[in-house]
């Protein structure tokens, strides 16, 4: 009980380090107005973010697998802190993405080392419980970071977003290195052993399934704040208070993902929940082209959060099911997948919008998750006599 609300604390970091990844999709248009870039160009900052966490968070990890753990989160949350200041004074496209790279870095390690440190001081039997919480504050960025990242970008510009990250990241640098315990790392496992799970051929189909699933939802994400006001026809007023709901339709689409899993099993729910998800964005091209009410597109809107979201604890379940020996390697590869497939939907949707058109960004991550679906299937195919067989020895 003593350890709880720290590991709360803990959550409220990944907080601020999840508000400052997703809030770029709820102020691109912004970004794209004040900067004289196209919205294009604006969405490749989120394509550097996730392919920058992606790529350097299992690297810096492991070169810092020994440093107390204590005294890696303050020093992560620094490198977080300093990106953040970074975007806030400094002017230009240029310089802001090179703030978003070192942004990404510190976000990384604070994520994963946040995490590490919850199931360590957590009581018996409460680790699970304990990741879950941290995992939570960084969903929970999606509910409450991006749609109140809107609300003071409207009021005060969307650059003073990030200082106001900065000063929260400062504050709890200083409250983190107070009250954490100190916790020693542990004994590194070379990236090379890692990556070599990829070799195992049910596992490389689990984590092809993060990347066409969660790819071709941040195909549309990355680029919802101009689709619903330039395609969709919403008014200014109304972003915020939608994105709130698409936020909160997320979370349960999550927990409901997590009771379906537990009830009817890995496939059914991955396969049933993706086919929402194509038929939800579906619904939605269709209703922005023949509809000029606002109200059936945010429930489609909606209906689409909770599809896609479904998924999220599925596959985390799936991906520990494949290797159960080895559950942290394969939720830190599926970590890492994540962040790639976001990156890539986010280049993908910006080729789209620049050669195509912005409203071309559902259909085309419909293509994404409907491939997504068929490497499910195939996964089945390898998986289920597998199953018979360890549920016949029991």
Same mark, same amino acid.
């Given at each position: 009980?003593?350890?709880?609300?720290?590991?709360?604390?803990?959550?409220?970091?990944?907080?601020?380090?999840?508000?400052?990844?997703?809030?770029?999709? $709820?102020?691109?248009?912004?970004?794209?107005?004040?900067?004289?870039?196209?919205?294009?160009?604006?969405? &490749?900052?989120?394509?550097?973010?996730?392919?920058?966490?992606?790529?350097?968070?299992?690297?810096?990890?492991?070169? =810092?697998?020994?440093?107390?753990?204590?005294?890696?989160?303050?020093?992560?949350?620094?490198?977080?802190?300093?990106?953040?200041?970074?975007?806030?004074?400094?002017?230009? *496209?240029?310089?802001?993405?090179?703030?978003?790279?070192?942004?990404?870095?510190?976000?990384?390690?604070?994520?994963?080392?946040?995490?590490?440190?919850?199931?360590?001081?957590?009581?018996?039997?409460?680790?699970?419980?304990?990741? +879950?919480?941290? !995992?939570?504050?960084? =969903?929970?960025?999606?509910?409450?970071?991006?749609?109140?990242? #809107?609300?003071?970008?409207?009021?005060?510009?969307?650059?003073?977003?990030?200082?106001?990250?900065?000063?929260?990241?400062? !504050?709890?640098?200083?409250?983190? *290195?107070?009250?954490?315990?100190?916790?020693?790392?542990?004994?590194?496992?070379?990236?090379?052993?890692?990556?070599?799970?990829?070799?195992? $051929?049910?596992?490389?189909?689990?984590? +092809?399934? =993060?990347?066409?699933?969660?790819?071709? *939802?941040?195909?549309?994400?990355?680029?919802?704040?101009?689709?619903?006001?330039?395609?969709?026809?919403?008014?200014? $007023?109304?972003?915020?208070?939608?994105?709130?709901?698409?936020?909160?339709?997320?979370?349960?689409?999550?927990?409901?993902?997590?009771?379906?899993?537990?009830?009817?099993? !890995?496939?059914?729910?991955?396969?049933?929940?993706?086919?929402?998800?194509?038929?939800?964005?579906?619904?939605?091209?269709?209703?922005?082209? *023949? =509809?000029?009410?606002?109200?059936?597109?945010?429930?489609?809107?909606?209906?689409?959060?909770?599809?896609?979201?479904?998924?999220?604890?599925? &596959? &985390?379940?799936?991906? !520990?099911?494949?290797?159960?020996?080895?559950?942290?390697?394969?939720?830190?590869?599926? &970590?890492?997948?994540?962040?790639?497939?976001?990156?890539?939907?986010?280049?993908?949707?910006?080729?789209?919008?620049? #050669?195509?058109?912005?409203?071309?960004?559902?259909?085309?991550?419909?293509?994404?998750?409907?491939?997504?679906?068929?490497?499910?299937?195939?996964?089945?195919? #390898?998986?289920?006599?597998?199953?018979?067989?360890?549920? +016949?020895? #029991?």
């Amino acid at each position: 009980m003593f350890n709880t609300w720290k590991i709360y604390l803990l959550a409220l970091v990944t907080f601020l380090v999840g508000t400052s990844e997703y809030v770029i999709s $709820g102020i691109l248009d912004k970004i794209s107005d004040s900067m004289g870039i196209s919205v294009t160009s604006a969405g &490749q900052l989120v394509t550097i973010f996730s392919f920058v966490y992606a790529i350097g968070t299992p690297i810096l990890m492991a070169l =810092t697998a020994k440093v107390e753990r204590h005294k890696l989160l303050v020093l992560a949350l620094g490198i977080f802190v300093i990106g953040n200041v970074l975007s806030f004074v400094l002017p230009g *496209y240029a310089s802001f993405l090179a703030a978003r790279v070192i942004m990404a870095l510190g976000a990384g390690m604070v994520v994963v080392t946040a995490l590490d440190i919850a199931a360590k001081i957590a009581a018996p039997g409460k680790q699970a419980s304990a990741i +879950a919480t941290v !995992v939570m504050g960084f =969903t929970a960025s999606l509910i409450i970071g991006v749609p109140l990242g #809107r609300i003071v970008a409207a009021q005060l510009g969307w650059k003073a977003v990030f200082g106001i990250l900065a000063l929260a990241g400062l !504050v709890a640098m200083f409250v983190l *290195y107070a009250i954490i315990p100190r916790v020693q790392g542990d004994k590194p496992m070379p990236l090379s052993k890692q990556l070599a799970f990829l070799k195992n $051929g049910n596992v490389a189909l689990g984590l +092809a399934i =993060t990347f066409f699933w969660l790819g071709g *939802y941040s195909i549309a994400y990355t680029y919802i704040s101009p689709y619903l006001l330039d395609i969709a026809g919403l008014k200014e $007023g109304m972003l915020s208070g939608v994105l709130l709901a698409f936020g909160i339709a997320s979370l349960l689409g999550s927990k409901f993902g997590g009771f379906s899993t537990d009830k009817w099993g !890995v496939f059914p729910t991955l396969s049933g929940g993706m086919l929402l998800h194509v038929i939800a964005l579906l619904l939605l091209s269709l209703a922005v082209t *023949y =509809t000029h009410s606002w109200l059936p597109i945010v429930i489609l809107l909606i209906l689409w959060s909770f599809a896609a979201w479904t998924s999220g604890p599925t &596959q &985390q379940v799936n991906l !520990v099911r494949i290797e159960p020996n080895y559950s942290g390697i394969m939720l830190s590869l599926n &970590q890492s997948m994540m962040q790639l497939s976001m990156a890539a939907g986010a280049a993908i949707g910006g080729v789209m919008v620049g #050669r195509v058109s912005l409203s071309s960004i559902t259909w085309v991550g419909m293509v994404g998750v409907a491939i997504a679906i068929v490497v499910v299937s195939f996964l089945k195919v #390898r998986m289920v006599p597998a199953d018979k067989v360890e549920n +016949a020895l #029991r």
